[in-house]
């Protein structure tokens, strides 16, 4: 199978969820301004919404979205407990968790990233992820995880969205939890690996 992705954007997640799965995949660098793969094929025959993450089979078809691609990643190796086997409240948990940073914090940060956005928009979309930030700090705790004592593919998402603040001055600094959290997570060895891959660590 073979992953899409663009160099610390939202594919770093699923990148690194394959990683400390263990499983076999190939990387394909996607330019997300020219739709065009480092291959020079034409990404919107590949995935028509133009977005990475995609993970594509070996049949050709294709998964596309962050979260479904990490629920599909974890469930290949239950052994690893990346993602609570179905049907149990922690399944759900996880599920929570996805679509709380999908939406709360994947998208607000997005806002600030748009250069065409008024500055008030972009100022809105700071004091929600601000608030959201407030209430990721306190559920997390002194937990050293999300779900509690284990890495799960959640993990990997919350990681990668929390490092695009030093790209729009959200400093966590303010959020000492999270802070230590995100040296916590970019201390392990597949995450380093996945950050030396991409290009983001040198080394």
């Given at each position: 199978?073979?992953?899409?992705?663009?160099p610390g954007?939202?594919?770093?997640?699923?990148h690194?969820?394959?990683?400390?799965?263990g499983l076999r995949f190939?990387?394909?660098r996607?330019?997300?301004?020219?739709k065009?793969t480092?291959s020079?094929?034409?990404?919107?025959?590949?995935?028509?919404?133009?977005?990475?993450?995609?993970?594509?089979?070996?049949d050709g078809?294709v998964?596309?979205?962050g979260?479904?691609?990490?629920?599909w990643?974890?469930?290949?190796?239950?052994e690893?407990?990346?993602a609570?086997a179905p049907g149990t409240m922690?399944r759900?948990h996880?599920?929570?968790?996805?679509?709380?940073?999908?939406t709360?914090?994947?998208k607000?940060?997005?806002?600030?990233f748009d250069?065409a956005?008024?500055e008030?928009?972009?100022a809105?979309?700071r004091?929600?992820l601000?608030?959201?930030?407030?209430?990721q700090d306190?559920a997390l705790g002194?937990?050293?995880?999300?779900?509690?004592e284990h890495?799960?593919?959640a993990?990997?998402?919350l990681f990668?969205?929390?490092?695009w603040?030093?790209?729009?001055?959200?400093?966590?600094?303010?959020?000492p939890?999270l802070a230590?959290?995100?040296?916590?997570i970019?201390a392990r060895?597949?995450v380093?690996?996945?950050?030396?891959?991409e290009?983001?660590?040198k080394?």
């Amino acid at each position: 199978m073979k992953l899409y992705f663009s160099p610390g954007s939202s594919s770093l997640a699923p990148h690194i969820a394959l990683r400390e799965a263990g499983l076999r995949f190939e990387l394909e660098r996607v330019s997300l301004k020219t739709k065009k793969t480092a291959s020079d094929a034409d990404f919107l025959r590949i995935n028509p919404k133009g977005y990475v993450p995609t993970l594509q089979f070996e049949d050709g078809s294709v998964l596309t979205e962050g979260p479904a691609i990490m629920l599909w990643i974890g469930d290949q190796v239950p052994e690893k407990r990346l993602a609570p086997a179905p049907g149990t409240m922690e399944r759900y948990h996880l599920i929570e968790c996805l679509n709380f940073i999908a939406t709360e914090l994947h998208k607000n940060f997005g806002g600030l990233f748009d250069a065409a956005a008024p500055e008030a928009a972009k100022a809105s979309a700071r004091a929600r992820l601000e608030k959201r930030l407030d209430y990721q700090d306190k559920a997390l705790g002194n937990a050293p995880f999300l779900l509690g004592e284990h890495f799960t593919v959640a993990d990997a998402y919350l990681f990668t969205v929390l490092g695009w603040g030093r790209f729009v001055d959200v400093d966590l600094a303010r959020w000492p939890r999270l802070a230590a959290y995100v040296g916590r997570i970019g201390a392990r060895p597949k995450v380093l690996d996945t950050l030396k891959a991409e290009g983001l660590l040198k080394g």
